[in-house]
């Protein structure tokens, strides 16, 4: 229900499409299955005993998009992290998502505080859907994130707005008007240097995406340290659109390619 009602908001302010959160809703559950657990940690994240190694040396932080929580759509990203030998965390923050972005960035920037803490890491990676890869270069730009920042993966963000319509009419939802396109918080964030710091960028889209529009509102400007991908020139059968980009297998490839090498992910050999 808890789904089902998020669903709904989000495709009534956002104009996500209904087919995405129904297959989310309807999955089956398995006979003898347990209650559910409502927002509960993705798969193998959240562990704060979790050490990095030398050869995965910066915590991941997943940072949820608007209307989202530390669980929702973070079910086969997280696994694939922590499978690949990643310690994984993942954050709630600024109610849902839709609070001040500004004073969502500083409970981003507490948070990362707190696993840097516990790790002992020197770094930590950001990996964030949807306004939480804006969040992402927001705590980096504004927030002194770049000396503690290794990689930003951002998947279908709104770094210059959506021109969906309802995107900027949640009266109390000042983070959707702030994701518009032309507000004065992106003409802010966006009118200097784009990608600062030392920080890897690496951006990936989808044609299919109906929230944040165009899609290539999630790119940024081009550099040595970023790429931009939209995940049909990896994979031309990938189907995925705003709310299930985080699951694709395209996405998780390239994520994992730009978190195990230096700089931003490559633009091939990692298509299905």
């Not at 940072?63 to 669980?71: K, P």
């Not at 900027?168 to 518009?180: K, L, M, N």
């Not at 044609?207 to 509102?217: N, Q």
């Not at 020139?233 to 985080?246: M, V």
């Amino acid at each position: 229900m808890l789904i089902a009602v998020r669903c709904l908001a989000v495709a009534l302010l956002v104009g996500a499409t209904w087919l995405s959160c129904a297959v989310l809703v309807l999955a089956p559950v398995p006979a003898g299955a347990a209650t559910p657990v409502l927002d509960p940690d993705p798969p193998g994240a959240n562990d704060w005993s979790c050490r990095p190694t030398a050869q995965h040396p910066t915590p991941v932080v997943l940072v949820h998009g608007t209307f989202g929580d530390r669980s929702y759509g973070w079910e086969r990203m997280s696994s694939a992290l922590t499978r690949a030998g990643w310690c994984v965390w993942s954050l709630e923050y600024g109610q849902q998502g839709t609070q001040d972005i500004a004073a969502s960035a500083v409970e981003l920037r507490a948070y990362v505080r707190r696993v840097l803490r516990a790790t002992g890491a020197a770094k930590v990676s950001l990996v964030g859907h949807s306004q939480g890869g804006l969040l992402a270069r927001h705590y980096v730009a504004r927030l002194g994130g770049g000396k503690v920042v290794d990689d930003v993966v951002s998947i279908a963000a709104t770094h210059h707005g959506s021109r969906f319509p309802l995107v900027g009419s949640g009266a109390s939802c000042p983070a959707c008007r702030q994701q518009a396109a032309g507000s004065s918080f992106l003409a802010d964030l966006n009118a200097g240097d784009e990608t600062p710091g030392r920080v890897s960028w690496t951006q990936v889209t989808t044609r299919h995406d109906l929230v944040v529009l165009p899609h290539t509102s999630g790119h940024l400007a081009p550099g040595p340290r970023t790429t931009n991908v939209t995940v049909q020139d990896l994979c031309r059968s990938d189907l995925s659109e705003h709310l299930l980009l985080p699951s694709s297998s395209t996405t998780i490839a390239v994520t994992l390619d730009a978190l195990g090498r230096r700089g931003p992910a490559r633009t091939t050999g990692l298509g299905c």
